[in-house]
């Protein structure tokens, strides 16, 4: 049984804008969750403005974000749940290995440190930033081809045609980066305390067909956490993409993690 109110906080990833989790905050309101979808730090309120100013996201890195969200999440009145998505997984996981969140819903999240399974799909889709050392500090944009294959590779041509006009935004390249790097930095913001004994319960989700978060990727993260005795439980969802929070099936991704928050009572 849920906590009536309980703070649900939504995360984004790169490339998507933070409005993309309106069916999820209406949902999961009507489960009884007081929920928000606040963005990155420097994002704009609409995907239009988003695209006109990119500068204002560019050189952000994972622990801004980490502060950004933390700063929100201390400000509630209670420890909320948190739900990310790619990236926003990463950050979601940042978020619970602190003690600051109450629970965490990772869906096929960017590699945290000690990941070294990287498939050649995940990799060609970080190369967007990668190839160029420039983009560290700059805002990406996708094209519809590069959204195709890293978002929407199991959708019908159009879907992921309207969905990439929809809601695709200028990202950071600084955490793609930090991520690529992250098993040769010792401080790596991309690090995350999975030995932590006392957080609270984590659900790492993958899609069975992510080209930008291979399942390879997401047991990997799953066995770093072996060393913990909290709850860390695990859900593949077969066929489907890395536009499985936005695309025609994000209820079906949605309601999983509402009756896995409900299973733990949270």
């Known amino acids: 049984m849920t906590h009536p109110g309980r703070p649900a906080i939504f995360v984004h990833g790169l490339w998507l804008h933070a409005s993309s989790w309106g069916p999820w905050l209406e949902l999961f309101a009507e489960a009884g969750y007081a929920p928000a979808a606040p963005g990155w730090p420097g994002d704009s ?3 239009e403005e988003a695209r006109r100013n990119p500068s204002q ?10 502060d950004h969200y933390a700063r929100i999440i201390r400000g509630l009145e209670a420890p909320p749940v948190v739900i990310g998505h790619s990236f926003g997984g990463l950050i979601a996981q940042r978020l619970l290995g602190q003690d600051l969140a109450a629970a965490a819903v990772a869906i096929d999240a960017a590699p945290i440190k000690g990941v070294l399974n990287l498939p050649v799909s995940a990799l060609k889709v970080a190369s967007i930033a990668l190839r160029k050392p420039a983009n560290r500090r700059l805002a990406i944009s996708l094209t519809a081809e590069q959204f195709r294959y890293g978002f929407g590779n199991v959708l019908p041509e159009q879907e992921s045609a309207e969905l990439y006009d929809r809601w695709t935004v200028p990202s950071p390249g600084k955490p793609l980066f930090e991520a690529a790097l992250a098993n040769f930095t010792p401080r790596s913001p991309a690090k995350v305390n999975t030995g932590n004994k006392t957080r609270g319960p984590l659900l790492l989700t993958a899609g069975g067909n992510d080209h930008t978060v291979p ?7 799953r066995k770093l956490y072996h060393k913990s005795p909290a709850i860390t439980d695990f859900i593949e969802l077969p066929d489907r993409g890395h536009s499985l929070t936005i695309d025609h099936g994000w209820r079906e991704v949605a309601q999983a993690a509402l009756d896995w928050l409900g299973q733990r009572s949270l």
């Open 45 to 47: 309120d609409t995907v």
């Open 215 to 221: 399942p390879a990727i997401t047991t990997s993260t």
């Open 57 to 66: 996201v560019a050189g952000k890195g994972i622990d801004d974000v980490v």
